[in-house]
């Protein structure tokens, strides 16, 4: 008898599913190419007491993932919304930033910036850097998880959100602050899944309520965008949008063309600068 349940948990290529009832079963895939995320919907086929064989996923509404020229790494299915931590310290790496927006934009998720630490001295820093994203739209939260994480509830009600940042970030004391059974409920997978014999990257689904989940990623170093053309990429500049087609040619990298209406924009203090060097990297330009 097939049952549906959600992953909770994925850990390569052994996965927790929850059942609609709350219980809890290990589960592998079929065969040996895994493509299960965190937050997806599957059928399942249960083999022990505790254990089951995923027999299909559940079409998705969304799926992000990061990718480079051999491989996709699958971040979560299902999110709606995409939370992106920094810190005032360690200072956060801004191409890293803008390649988890591009990849939420991809997706049509909402998007919110977390600035984390912001009792530190280096605040001032931090805000500076993130100026032009809030200048264009973002929405950008100042908090410090260590002494009060509750102005990051109501942005979390109704939502399946995904947590991603670099390491450092503080990203485990934003989650535990916020989700104080966490750590109980990760002691519960390590015990499900015997502890110590799964040790890859994995990502874990928490439940604040009926209507909102929080999904939380390892960090994050690298973010590689290999499955987003070029076209998707300007598009996902939520500044260019207004001056794309306007360059003299079609095919315009803007990085060295002529009548480039995205550099003259920036020329003009209408785009910023340190973003349109951000895209010209991004892109490969």
Known sequence: ?????L???AYGRHYLAELSGGEILECVPRGKKSEVACGDTVEIVRTSADQAVIDSIAPRSTLLYRSDAFKQKIIAANVTQLIVVVA????????????????????NLDILIVLNKCDLPQVATARAQLAPYVKIGYRVLELSAKQDATPLLPYLQGHTSVLVGQSGMGKSTLLNAVIPEAQAATREIS???DSGKHTTTHARLYHLNADSHLIDCP????????????????RSFPEFLPYLGE??????????EPDCAIRKATAEGKIDERRLKLFQQIAGH
Request: aromatic share 8%; hydrophobic share 45%; glycine share 8%.
């Open 1 to 5: 008898m097939k049952l549906r349940g």
């Open 7 to 9: 992953i909770i948990a």
């Open 88 to 107: 005032t310290e360690p200072s956060f790496n801004d191409e890293l930033l803008a390649r988890c927006l591009l990849a939420g934009h991809e997706q």
């Open 191 to 193: 015990t499900v899944l």
């Open 219 to 234: 960090g994050v170093q690298l973010f590689g965008l290999h499955h987003l053309d070029f076209a998707a990429m300007e």
């Open 247 to 256: 360059c003299r040619f079609a095919n315009c990298s803007h990085s060295h």
